[in-house]
């Protein structure tokens, strides 16, 4: 049996070199006996600082960086067996690389749970160090905090702080080693005492304040703050001392807040609430296109406004020639709050510009004014708006028509078509010929833009497109016939 | 009016934040101070700093700026019908106590909201100038929350994105009805388009890799929003529809569900009882179940009655028991997205079960070390050596599983 004693508590360099030449020597796990500075000698130890092994070289292999990434956080657990956990792991794996995802294996398990104890022990020092004032006489202002960790976490934790207060002159002192940073320089030391640091600092009172204040007593949960903030931590933590007394009025001020009802308001309030009064009486009919596009964003005539962003409402000259009406605002539309921004908007502006229509000169709406979709993850699957829906749109779509008062309406898809029609419409029935309406408007009905865009088939897609353009020609053409 | 001492201000400031449930600091891009030569740091995973004892993260130095509001919504202790007691910071002073707290290692940083005072522009612009103030004035690298105000032109937004981590709108309620008979002032619609316009900024902000010139910086900690339950009378299944909805449209990390707790000086058309903290503890479940275990919200709430969840036993539990002809599930085949429908098997569990049945298949004594606690999961698996044969159809299961009610532990 040999006894390697390790200089450091915690360092893995070390204890990885000493593995290695162990390894070398094909010492297996079981004849060895790992030693940290601080352990008791065993009764039977034959203490040994060299590691002798006569002439052997066995091969080491490769070890999985998944081992070594462990390895380097469990080495600063506070179970004096780590390192011959380590160790007879390092052993095995030479000979199954594999068993490092065995999350079953007894030693996996053991070495998973010291490493999660080492990180919540680091975490813990990264939440609960709670920095003192000092400033000298010459005005010089540095810090400094007393902690005591359940495992040797200073080392792996000090650069956190190093990162987080550079601009801070700095110290941390632990019953096992302290932590320095001068600015420039982390430096350890040895280990000290509470006595080391301050025990006051004059910001203390204001962060009681605080933890006092932002506690809600109606919401006590002390065995969930007790399990995040184990009880231990408390003596080193300024508000802590105010637990005990928060919690025992906790009831009491919860009863208050139920029992106190509402006093008379503030007079500031009442004179307000009148202003606003006065207000509301005057919003007055729709009598503009304006007033419809200010008055659509409280539309709740159909349960669509709960889930879009907002109303998308028509935009485009007043007096234009040319009404184009879509089915609905999609994903984009929505959140821009303007209508055919989106992938089909594209293909639309193309294509009418491809015909010579002045895209400046046409008004742009859709028969539904909120977006309709189904959640599915980050993303928002349009849906096709119901009969009801395009019914109660309606409304909106007459206003558009009464103001704007188009000579040439044309019927995007048969959403739009069936609204603008009030019956069930089929686009390939219906397109290629202007069709009269008892307002003496002339319709033509075509695909909708986003039609095009779901064709897989490349030569289909061309096929629709050509068939797109020549509806939208014939628009342009009844069009110049009317100004001449 | 005596002028109110600072800790005064920060006793009253800090009461009226405490409604606000997130004290998160996590999710942001890496930052530390090394170069700066100041004070501040951010690395991904967020610090609790400390626990009050209603078992909630502290995490942010969180504080309103004000609390007068012009507003008057009902559920709000800061309403302008109320009579608690008002208090202003300067914009100086909340920096400087951002500045004392965080050197002494209390806090990850400020999460700044206000009431409105004057109008949604002249406010932001005062978060706005606290948030540029740490920055540009104190080389401040922590986590800063902002707190949008709805209406506030699109300029101060891109600017508070310049030096916030994070922007949050609040939805308050989780249908239009419900805010507009709590919240006469503020319109469903215009929180909503502020979400959008956020979502429009974040995604301008994406860096793109080809091009050289990089986009301004926003947010990059991203944008959420929080629901007030409890308070009117929707149910579970409006409340997850609507976050659904949200998490869709906006891409937000986080909704927040916040039990309504009784305020001081409160209206008598509230819920004057003990926040519902189990209903916000099963919300916050259900919607980790949609979001990371590809549940959708007709699932979750069909393991409820009415349109309400379970509260009794967890969501995933009671969509299962509801749900026995899918069960039991076979360890050693099943693939991933039928193991995380099981009971008591974790997206980290889930992963080590696939990672270790490569080597060799799984006993229940495997599963039991993986997982942590079988009790759960064995009526809903099979292993090499375990079925659980009638267990799974058992019509005491659900009895079995329900966790007895707990004595309220206190000292």
């Given at each position: 049996m040999r006894t390697v004693i390790l200089q450091s508590l915690n360092d893995f360099d070390e204890w990885r070199g000493q593995a290695r030449e162990l390894l070398r020597g094909g010492v297996s796990p079981e004849e060895v006996i790992w030693r940290d500075p601080k352990s008791e000698p065993g009764l039977f130890e034959q203490t040994e600082q060299e590691i002798q092994h006569a002439g052997k070289n066995h091969p080491v292999g490769a070890v999985p960086p998944a081992f070594m990434a462990l390895a380097r956080t469990a080495v600063c657990h506070s179970d004096p067996e780590r390192f011959d956990l380590l160790y007879r792991l390092l052993w095995r794996l030479q000979a199954d690389r594999g068993i490092i995802e065995v999350a079953s294996h007894p030693d996996i398990v053991r070495l998973t749970r010291m490493e999660s104890a080492v990180r919540r022990e680091s975490h813990k020092m990264k939440a609960f160090i709670r920095f003192k004032s000092i400033v000298d006489d010459s005005g010089l202002e540095r810090f400094a905090a007393w902690f005591e960790p359940d495992h040797y976490v200073l080392e792996m934790t000090a650069p956190f702080f190093e990162r987080r207060f550079t601009g801070m002159m700095w110290a941390i002192v632990t019953p096992y080693s302290s932590a320095y940073w001068d600015g420039e320089t982390l430096a350890f030391g040895d280990g000290g005492t509470k006595a080391d640091v301050p025990p006051d600092d004059a910001v203390e009172e204001?962060?009681?304040?605080?933890?006092?204040?932002?506690?809600?007593?109606a919401r006590?949960?002390?065995?969930?703050?007790?399990?995040?903030?184990?009880?231990?931590?408390?003596?080193?933590?300024?508000?802590?001392?105010?637990?005990?007394?928060?919690?025992?009025?906790?009831?009491?001020?919860?009863?208050?807040?139920?029992?106190?009802?509402?006093?008379?308001?503030?007079?500031?309030?009442?004179?307000?609430?009148?202003?606003?009064?006065?207000?509301?009486?005057?919003?007055?009919?729709?009598?503009?296109?304006?007033?419809?596009?200010?008055?659509?964003?409280?539309?709740?005539?159909?349960?669509?406004?709960?889930?879009?962003?907002?109303?998308?409402?028509?935009?485009?000259?007043?007096?234009?020639?040319?009404?184009?009406?879509?089915?609905?605002?999609?994903?984009?539309?929505?959140?821009?709050?303007?209508?055919?921004?989106?992938?089909?908007?594209?293909?639309?502006?193309?294509?009418?510009?491809?015909?010579?229509?002045?895209?400046?000169?046409?008004?742009?709406?859709?028969?539904?004014?909120?977006?309709?979709?189904?959640?599915?993850?980050?993303?928002?699957?349009?849906?096709?708006?119901?009969?009801?829906?395009?019914?109660?749109?309606?409304?909106?779509?007459?206003?558009?028509?009464?103001?704007?008062?188009?000579?040439?309406?044309?019927?995007?898809?048969?959403?739009?078509?069936?609204?603008?029609?009030?019956?069930?419409?089929?686009?390939?029935?219906?397109?290629?010929?202007?069709?009269?309406?008892?307002?003496?408007?002339?319709?033509?009905?075509?695909?909708?833009?986003?039609?095009?865009?779901?064709?897989?088939?490349?030569?289909?897609?061309?096929?629709?497109?050509?068939?797109?353009?020549?509806?939208?020609?014939?628009?342009?053409?009844?069009?110049?016939?009317?100004?001449? | 009016m005596a002028a109110l001492t600072l800790r005064r201000k920060l006793a009253v400031l800090s009461d009226a934040a405490k409604y606000d449930a997130s004290c998160a600091s996590s999710g942001t891009e890496k930052r530390d101070s090394r170069q700066s030569g100041g004070i501040g740091s951010t690395e991904g995973s967020g610090i609790c700093h400390s626990y009050a004892p209603d078992g909630r993260c502290i995490s942010l130095l969180k504080i309103l700026l004000t609390n007068f509001c012009v507003y008057d919504c009902v559920y709000c202790v800061n309403r302008s019908s109320s009579n608690v007691e008002r208090a202003r910071f300067s914009v100086e002073e909340v920096v400087r106590l951002t500045l004392d707290f965080y050197k002494r290692n209390y806090i990850e940083g400020l999460f700044l909201s206000s009431g409105i005072i004057r109008s949604p522009d002249y406010t932001m612009e005062e978060l706005v100038r606290v948030a540029r103030s740490l920055r540009q004035d104190h080389s401040f690298g922590g986590y800063i929350h902002l707190?949008?105000?709805?209406?506030?032109?699109?300029?101060?937004?891109?600017?508070?994105?310049?030096?916030?981590?994070?922007?949050?709108?609040?939805?308050?309620?989780?249908?239009?009805?419900?805010?507009?008979t709590f919240a006469p002032e503020k319109r469903p619609g215009e929180i909503r388009t502020a979400m959008a316009n956020i979502r429009g900024k974040l995604a301008e902000a994406k860096p793109d890799r080809k091009a050289k010139a990089q986009p301004a910086k926003f947010a990059p900690a991203g944008q959420s929003t929080q629901m007030i339950v409890g308070a009117d009378k929707a149910d579970d299944n409006a409340i997850l529809t609507r976050a659904a909805g949200l998490y869709s449209g906006y891409k937000l990390r986080r909704v927040y569900y916040s039990a309504f707790s009784p305020i001081p000086d409160s209206s008598a058309r509230l819920p004057l009882k003990a926040p519902p903290l189990m209903r916000e503890h099963r919300l916050y479940q259900a919607d980790w179940l949609?979001?990371?275990?590809?549940?959708?919200?007709?699932?979750?709430?069909?393991?409820?009655?009415?349109?309400?969840?379970?509260?009794?036993?967890?969501?995933?539990?009671?969509?299962?028991?509801?749900?026995?002809?899918?069960?039991?599930?076979?360890?050693n085949?099943?693939?991933?997205?039928?193991?995380?429908?099981?009971?008591?098997?974790?997206?980290?569990?889930?992963?080590?079960?696939?990672?270790?049945?490569?080597?060799?298949?799984?006993?229940?004594?495997?599963?039991?070390?993986?997982?942590?606690?079988?009790?759960?999961?064995?009526?809903?698996?099979?292993?090499?050596?375990?079925?659980?044969?009638?267990?799974?159809?058992?019509?005491?299961?659900?009895?079995?599983?329900?966790?007895?009610?707990?004595?309220?532990?206190?000292?």
């Open positions: 204001d962060w009681k304040t605080y933890f006092a204040s932002i506690f809600n007593p006590l949960k002390v065995a969930m703050m007790k399990s995040e903030m184990a009880v231990k931590y408390w003596r080193n933590l300024p508000e802590a001392e105010l637990i005990p007394a928060l919690i025992r009025g906790a009831k009491e001020a919860e009863q208050a807040m139920i029992e106190r009802t509402a006093s008379q308001p503030p007079s500031h309030h009442l004179k307000r609430a009148e202003r606003q009064a006065i207000d509301k009486e005057q919003q007055s009919e729709i009598t503009s296109l304006a007033d419809a596009r200010a008055a659509v964003q409280g539309c709740q005539r159909c349960p669509l406004y709960e889930h879009a962003t907002q109303a998308v409402f028509g935009e485009g000259p007043e007096n234009a020639d040319i009404m184009f009406v879509g089915e609905q605002p999609g994903d984009q539309e929505d959140l821009a709050g303007k209508p055919f921004v989106g992938p089909a908007g594209k293909v639309f502006d193309a294509a009418v510009e491809k015909v010579g229509i002045d895209r400046s000169r046409v008004y742009v709406t859709n028969a539904v004014k909120h977006f309709k979709f189904e959640p599915r993850g980050k993303k928002r699957i349009h849906r096709r708006p119901d009969a009801g829906e395009v019914t109660a749109c309606k409304f909106w779509l007459n206003l558009e028509r009464a103001f704007v008062k188009p000579k040439v309406i044309v019927a995007l898809g048969a959403t739009a078509a069936t609204s603008i029609l009030g019956k069930t419409a089929t686009i390939s029935k219906l397109r290629g010929a202007p069709i009269a309406m008892e307002d003496r408007t002339v319709l033509f009905v075509t695909n909708h833009p986003s039609y095009l865009l779901r064709i897989p088939d490349r030569n289909l897609a061309a096929v629709e497109q050509a068939k797109f353009e020549q509806d939208l020609a014939l628009v342009r053409d009844h069009w110049h016939t009317l100004n001449n | 707190k949008v105000i709805p209406n506030a032109a699109p300029e101060i937004l891109a600017e508070a994105g310049r030096w916030a981590d994070r922007l949050s709108t609040n939805i308050e309620m989780p249908t239009d009805v419900g805010l507009e949609i979001r990371f275990y590809g549940f959708d919200v007709p699932e979750i709430v069909s393991g409820g009655s009415d349109g309400l969840l379970d509260l009794a036993i967890d969501p995933k539990l009671a969509w299962a028991l509801t749900q026995r002809q899918k069960f039991p599930v076979d360890i085949r099943a693939d991933k997205e039928l193991l995380l429908r099981v009971p008591g098997l974790g997206t980290r569990s889930v992963e080590r079960i696939i990672a270790t049945r490569r080597h060799h298949s799984l006993r229940l004594d495997d599963l039991a070390l993986i997982a942590g606690s079988i009790d759960k999961v064995r009526p809903f698996v099979e292993t090499v050596d375990w079925t659980p044969g009638g267990l799974t159809d058992d019509h005491k299961l659900r009895a079995r599983l329900e966790p007895q009610p707990e004595q309220l532990r206190l000292f």
